[in-house]
């Protein structure tokens, strides 16, 4: 039998809703949901799903998840996430698995939390810091190399995942991010700048200025 992969997106969309609670049934269920989740849009789409379902390409398939997911690209990150999560097409790594979720609930994908509250039924307070730090280190190369969006995520850690929230980063960060013009960041920033004592808020001025200027040298 032929398969017709000229579909618009909308009816993909449709068919992974339907697939979805039926994806651990067989290899090649799993597999078509896969692709259309990998699919950024209707041409990558069908080429992913034809090279998977004909060629069984599972390693290379997450080998350019991965490096999808290391350009801080949030939803390849998510589903990359999850795979790990699962150990269906690779196997199980929940510390890796918990780094990409994270990574991608700081992007703004807030469904990313379902898996990270898995995810912390597995892993240690002691875990969960250390992949928190091993995050920022990643996001910092990523904003270096002019990465706006992380920028952003590397303040949100500082103001609401670290303990106690580590006021000063936030605001050198959000300053950073309002500066190369993210717009959003203006009302974050200035929330955070009412919550510092003069010294800091100096503080994280001047670190401010001198990571912008490394940012954009």
Known sequence: MQLNLDLPKYKWKEILKYLTPHRHESENVSMLCTAIEMAKDGETLNQKIYTLLKEKNFEEGIK??????????IDAQLLYSKILFSGDLTPQDFENSYFWGFSALLGGLKKASNILEKLSEYL???QIRDITTKLIEFLEKRAYEKDKRAIVQIAKIYENFTEPP???????WYNIAVAQGIKTAKSKRDEVLNSLNEKDLLDAQSLSIKLFKKINN
């Open 166 to 172: 580590d006021l000063i980063n936030a605001y050198t």
């Open 64 to 73: 350019n998840l991965q490096i999808l997911s290391e350009q801080n690209d």
């Open 124 to 126: 240690t307070e002691e």
